[in-house]
C-alpha cells in the first residue's frame, strides 16, 4: 500500500500532468493564433487581479489546511470573510477600470476589468471547499476537476480564438475555468457554508493567516511589479514576450514544486514537530524535482530557438533569449516552495514574512538599477536575484529547521553531471539533422535515453522512487 505521502503526491502528479499536458496542448494552439500584444493586453489586467487575488484570501486557505483541528465555525468565518473580501475588491476594480485603462493608455482594458474581474468572486467561493479537499488529501477529485475545467474552458477559448476574438478568448477561459472548478470543488467535497459562525474561530484563523496574507501580497505585488512596469514603459508587445516567456520557462519547475508542496504541505503540518522527518521528506522532495526539473530546463535552454520556431512560428522568435534566461532563474523556484511551505508547517509564519521581505527587496533594487539599462538587462537581472534570494532563503531554514544549502545542492550535482553529458551528446547528434521537426525529436530522445542510461549506471535513487510507485499502483492491478 502507498502511504499517505505518496497517495497524495501521486494523485497531484496526476493532476498536474493531465492539467499541464492540457494547458501546454491549448496555450501553443492559442499563442499561434493571437498575437503577443493580445497577450500583453492581459498580462496588463491580471496585475490587478493577481494582487485582488491575495488580499481575498487572507491566508485562510493555508491557516484550513494547517489547524490541527477544523471545525464547521472554522469553515464558515473563512467563507463569509473571504466571500465578503471578493465583493468588495471587484467592486473597486469596476469603479478604476477606467483609471486602470488610462494608466496603459489603453482604452480597451476597462471592460477587460469589469468582465474578467468577476472571477474574483467565483473563485472566492471556491476557496473553502477546495482547502477542505485539501486537508482531507482529496487530490484524486481535485486531479479530475483540473482536467475537465482546463479541457473545457481551453476548447472554447481555441474556438474563440479562431473566430477573431483575439484577447477575449482568453478573458472567456479564465471566467470558464473559474466557474466550473468552484462549482465541481461544493459538489465534491460536500460541504455548504451554514450561519453557524464563531468570532474566536475567526479570530483564530486571522492570527495564522494575517502574516500569510502579508507575504503573499508581498510577493504578488513583487511578481507583478515586472509586468505592470514592462507594460507601462516599454510595450505591450514586449510585455507579451516576457509574459509568455516567464509562463513556459515556468511551466516545469513551478508546476511540479507547486504539486509536490500541495501533497506535502497538509503531511508537514501533521509533523510540524519532528523536524527528523520534514530535514528526510525536504531532501528527498528536492533530489526527485531535480531528476525531473534540471533535465527539462537544460533541453528547454540548449533547444530553445527551435522550439519557439517550431511550435510557437517567427512571428515569436523575440521571445527565445528570454525564455533561456528565466527557464535558468526559475530553477531557483523549487527550493523556495520548500523553504515557504516548511516555515508555514512548523509556524513561523512571522520569519517567513521577514524572509520575503528581505528577498522582495533585493528584487526590487536590482530591477531599479537595471531598468534604464532595458529588457534584456532586467531578464539577467531576474537571474541575479534568483541566486542572491536563494542564499537569504536558505539563511532562514538552516536557522529554524536546521538543514543547510549545502546539503540542499548536493541533491542536484549528481542529477546535473549526467544532464549536461546528456545535452551535448544528444545536441551534437541532433545537428546532422536538417529538418527542424526531426531535430527536435532525436534530441529529445538521444537525451531521454542518455539520462536514465546515466542514472541506472551511477544508480541514482530517483529510479527505485518511480519504480517503487510503478509496481505498487500497476503491477497490484
Same mark, same amino acid.
Given at each position: 500500500m502507498l502511504s499517505p505521502a505518496k497517495k497524495s503526491t501521486l494523485w497531484n502528479v496526476i493532476e498536474k500532468g493531465a492539467v499541464l499536458s492540457i494547458q501546454i496542448i491549448i496555450t501553443l494552439i492559442i499563442t499561434r493564433i493571437i498575437s503577443p500584444e493580445d497577450y500583453g493586453i492581459i498580462a496588463m489586467v491580471t496585475v490587478f487581479f493577481s494582487i485582488a487575488s491575495?488580499?481575498?484570501? @487572507?491566508?485562510?486557505?493555508?491557516?484550513?489546511?494547517?489547524?490541527?483541528?477544523?471545525?464547521?465555525?472554522?469553515?464558515?468565518a473563512a467563507f463569509f470573510f473571504i466571500l465578503g473580501m471578493s465583493i468588495l475588491l471587484y467592486v473597486t476594480l469596476y469603479f478604476y477600470a477606467p483609471y486602470i485603462a488610462r494608466f496603459y493608455k489603453l482604452p480597451q482594458l476597462a471592460e477587460v476589468v469589469k468582465i474578467g474581474g468577476i472571477t474574483l468572486i467565483i473563485r472566492a467561493l471556491g476557496i473553502v471547499p477546495y482547502a477542505k479537499m485539501e486537508r482531507h488529501l482529496n487530490f484524486k477529485s481535485i486531479a479530475k476537476i483540473s482536467a475537465f475545467t482546463a479541457l473545457l474552458a481551453g476548447v472554447v477559448a481555441i474556438a474563440?480564438?479562431?473566430?477573431?476574438?483575439?484577447?477575449?478568448?482568453?478573458?472567456?477561459?479564465?471566467?470558464?475555468?473559474?466557474?466550473?472548478?468552484?462549482?465541481?470543488?461544493?459538489?465534491?467535497?460536500?460541504?455548504?457554508?451554514?450561519?453557524?459562525?464563531?468570532?474566536?474561530?475567526?479570530?483564530?484563523?486571522?492570527?495564522?493567516?494575517?502574516?500569510?496574507?502579508?507575504?503573499?501580497l508581498i510577493n504578488g505585488l513583487y511578481g507583478n511589479l515586472y509586468n505592470l512596469v514592462i507594460g507601462r514603459k516599454f510595450s505591450e508587445r514586449q510585455l507579451g514576450l516576457y509574459n509568455r516567456a516567464s509562463t513556459l520557462a515556468g511551466y516545469a519547475p513551478l508546476n511540479l514544486s507547486d504539486l509536490t508542496m500541495r501533497a506535502l504541505y497538509p503531511i508537514f503540518s501533521r509533523e510540524q514537530d519532528n523536524y527528523r522527518l520534514l530535514k528526510e521528506y525536504t531532501l528527498k522532495t528536492l533530489h526527485i524535482?531535480?531528476?525531473?526539473?534540471?533535465?527539462?530546463?537544460?533541453?528547454?535552454?540548449?533547444?530553445?530557438?527551435?522550439?519557439?520556431?517550431?511550435?510557437?512560428?517567427?512571428?515569436?522568435?523575440?521571445?527565445?533569449? @528570454?525564455?533561456?534566461?528565466?527557464?535558468?532563474?526559475?530553477?531557483?523556484?523549487?527550493? @523556495?516552495?520548500?523553504?515557504i511551505n516548511l516555515l508555514k508547517a512548523t509556524g513561523n509564519t512571522k520569519t517567513l514574512f521577514l524572509c520575503e521581505v528581505l528577498k522582495k527587496g533585493v528584487g526590487i533594487a536590482i530591477f531599479i538599477a537595471l531598468l534604464p539599462?532595458?529588457?534584456?538587462?532586467?531578464?539577467?537581472?531576474?537571474?541575479?536575484?534568483?541566486?542572491?534570494?536563494?542564499?537569504?532563503?536558505?539563511?532562514?531554514?538552516?536557522?529554524?529547521?536546521?538543514?543547510?544549502?549545502?546539503?540542499?545542492l548536493l541533491q542536484g550535482v549528481s542529477v546535473t553531471i549526467g544532464t549536461a553529458a546528456s545535452a551535448v551528446a544528444a545536441y551534437w547528434i541532433a545537428g546532422f539533422a536538417d529538418n527542424i521537426y526531426m531535430r527536435l525529436g532525436l534530441c529529445a530522445v538521444m537525451f531521454t535515453t542518455l539520462f536514465i542510461l546515466y542514472a541506472c549506471i551511477t544508480k541514482d535513487s530517483a529510479i527505485p522512487f518511480f519504480k517503487d510507485y510503478y509496481y505498487k499502483i500497476f503491477r497490484k492491478r
Open positions: 491575495t488580499i481575498i484570501d @487572507f491566508g485562510m486557505e493555508g491557516a484550513i489546511i494547517q489547524k490541527k483541528e477544523c471545525l464547521k465555525e472554522d469553515y464558515n474563440m480564438a479562431y473566430k477573431g476574438f483575439a484577447y477575449w478568448a482568453l478573458v472567456a477561459q479564465f471566467v470558464l475555468t473559474s466557474t466550473l472548478t468552484t462549482i465541481l470543488y461544493f459538489v465534491a467535497s460536500k460541504w455548504k457554508p451554514t450561519m453557524q459562525l464563531s468570532a474566536a474561530s475567526f479570530k483564530n484563523l486571522l492570527g495564522f493567516g494575517l502574516p500569510l496574507m502579508f507575504t503573499s524535482t531535480f531528476f525531473i526539473i534540471i533535465p527539462i530546463t537544460a533541453f528547454t535552454v540548449v533547444n530553445c530557438r527551435d522550439i519557439v520556431i517550431a511550435l510557437l512560428t517567427e512571428k515569436w522568435k523575440e521571445v527565445i533569449p @528570454f525564455l533561456r534566461i528565466l527557464a535558468i532563474s526559475n530553477i531557483a523556484f523549487i527550493f @523556495f516552495n520548500i523553504h539599462l532595458g529588457i534584456m538587462a532586467i531578464m539577467w537581472g531576474i537571474l541575479a536575484t534568483s541566486i542572491i534570494n536563494l542564499l537569504i532563503s536558505s539563511y532562514f531554514i538552516w536557522r529554524k529547521i536546521k538543514i543547510g544549502l549545502w546539503k540542499q
